[in-house]
């Protein structure tokens, strides 16, 4: 999702992602508890919990992944399911810090282009051999491979790395990579990069064995990974994905003994999941969003919105937004985009559109990634004096707002519409299915267009070189903006190793693309997840993420 060579996949997913938050279905505002009778258990037959230590936890998953082999992870719950199996070289901690995991310690060099790893001496893959340094270069070599078929998901991932665009156009290996020795492992970068390890810290970023190679299809249904539980038995399609602690307690391992996936592949509506965990049969579940009220009364809510038990209803990394074609009159003035910026009654959508379940958007980066900085917008409030005052003296031609299709992407276009014709403005909206939409966007063909963006990693840089870079245009820079300026700053920032400064730098940019108002943010998403009363250590982080070897159980269920 991340690269000028980007395959339409990439793009396709990030408007996939929103399309699926929203749920393309009636929202409505969370209503009264009912007084309905007992809920149906009509949950997949996942077999009987095993007997002994930590328990077995039941976490749904809204649908069968895509896959569970880190090559090819392309949903959030293929990648919920491959953080259990795999430790990558880090992993992210509850302040979505890099701490080590297969990589004991790391170095840097003083301008953020080489890193040296040295992994766990202990690590080991599930069938028992060690976890070496060549595992890394094989998983991320089996990435990057622009030949290989079918082709990973993830390679933008290691754009940055020495070789990338050569293992793109040949599949040859990536020159960046160096096994020193069986635990030391060298990365070497095309640029400064001083958030690499972030970017690490990624489940699809894990080692993979031998067998990964030998036999694909194999690893696909049960794959080995290194991580603090393995596969019990092969994926169940549609139906669980059941993984066990992988060592002992006493040896490090998690506390419970395994933790049982049920897949609620024809569940759209979240009704299954939330019926089966009143009836005690899940510890966590999504949540439909007319029974959020419901779920704050029977089961509480977070006390952050991020930690269980209770209702987790935190701010994710998601943010919905329009875009405006830069490079198109009159969308190249800034004051014809700034006045249709203030034209947006975000409030009323928030409100009226999402009933109460969303929140404003007033930044591109939400409050919830470290380092973001609130209220950057100052044209993100609805002024519709200040919209007549930048529009005085100038005739627009009608205006066309498109939107891939949905009923909760139509209403808020409506919404939009009907905002900008308040003031006497000609305004059309066109919705279209996805596949041409991702293509005219591509080719610049559209004014005003929808978008949806989630991070990569952790930092305001997940959402401000994709989007903003001038050599991301027709990938992920889809309003087309080319600043001299905004690049100088971008690449500043992504080589400054002082984090402060390294914030105060993406601070700027943002706050540059949004008083140039390329981008109308709209709202931000928050959790939807409900997690049971009896479930300890259990954090669902702003990406999506959780580390379920934290998890207990503080009584059986």
Known sequence: MRRTTLPVFALVAALALVAGACRDREVARPGERPTASEPTATGPDLGAPVE????????ALGADPAAIDPRFLADPEGRIVADAVFDSLVRLDGDLRPRPAAARSWEVNEDATEFTFTLDPEGRFHDGSPVMATDFVRAFDRIASGTAEPRSFVAHRLEAVVGFEEAQATGASLAGLEAVD???????????????????????????????????????????????????????????????????????????DEVVFPIYSDDPGRDEQYDDIEAGQLHVADVPTDRLTQAVEQFGLSDDGYTGPGLLDGLSSTIYYYGFNTAVPPFDDPEVRRALSALIDRDRIVESVTRGTRVVAESIVPPSIPGAQEDACSTCRFDPDLARDLLADRELEPIRILHNRGRTHDAIAQAIARDMRSIGLEVEVEAMDLQPYVQRLRAGEMEIFRLGWEADYPSPGSYLHPLFGSDRIGADNLTRLAAADIDELLAAARGELDEERRNELYGDVERRVLDGAVVAPILFYEHDRVVAPTVRGLVLNPLGGVDLAQVWLEERP
């Open 52 to 59: 002994t230590g930590g328990g077995s936890l039941r976490f």
């Open 182 to 256: 069986a635990a030391t492992l060298v990365i070497r970068l095309r640029y400064p990069f001083a958030e690499f390890p972030e970017v690490l810290a990624d489940p699809s970023l894990a080692p993979v064995p031998p067998a990964a190679d030998a036999a694909p299809e194999v690893f696909a249904e049960r794959p080995i990974g290194n991580g603090p539980f393995q596969l019990a038995e092969p994926w169940q399609h549609d139906q669980f994905i059941r993984v066990a602690r992988a060592r002992p307690v006493e040896e490090g391992g998690p506390r419970l």
